[in-house]
């Protein structure tokens, strides 16, 4: 799925540490025409030894094709880095789809590339 990802990345030198950050949200098209609406908020502080890291990812594919859509689902940030406009970030998911036998819900891990597709000079619109 080719995705167009408005975000918001930041790296944060703080006098007692170090804070990265990325949000977005927005909406995504594949290459064969599905839709995507996604959002996620994920942050990382670090300080000498102590690593805090917290976030959640959430994308749902929803079209005429899929009558109970696609869900996958990040809740737990494991690692994160932000350099630029990109940010990388994983940790563990779930993916939840409906078949012909009925819903299923598998467990994963989620690898996400994002990268902040604003204009330079243009309004801060994601």
């Given at each position: 799925?080719?995705v ?8 944060m ?13 927005g ?41 109970d ?8 940030l ?8 990109v940010a ?15 819903v ?11 990268r ?11």
């Amino acid at each position: 799925m080719c995705v167009v990802v408005g975000v918001l990345g930041a790296t944060m030198a703080l006098a007692f540490g170090l804070l990265q950050v990325a949000e977005g949200r927005g909406k995504a098209a594949s290459a064969d025409g599905r839709h995507a609406n996604f959002q996620f908020n994920v942050r990382k502080f670090t300080k000498g030894t102590l690593v805090r890291k917290e976030g959640t990812l959430l994308i749902e594919i929803v079209d005429r094709n899929t009558v109970d859509g696609v869900r996958i689902h990040m809740r737990e940030l494991r690692d994160l880095d932000v350099d630029g406009k990109v940010a990388r970030f994983e940790g563990p998911g779930r993916i939840r789809f409906q078949t012909k036998a009925g819903v299923v819900e598998k467990r994963g891990h989620v690898f996400a590339v994002v990268r902040d597709n604003r204009r330079p000079a243009g309004p801060i619109e994601p």
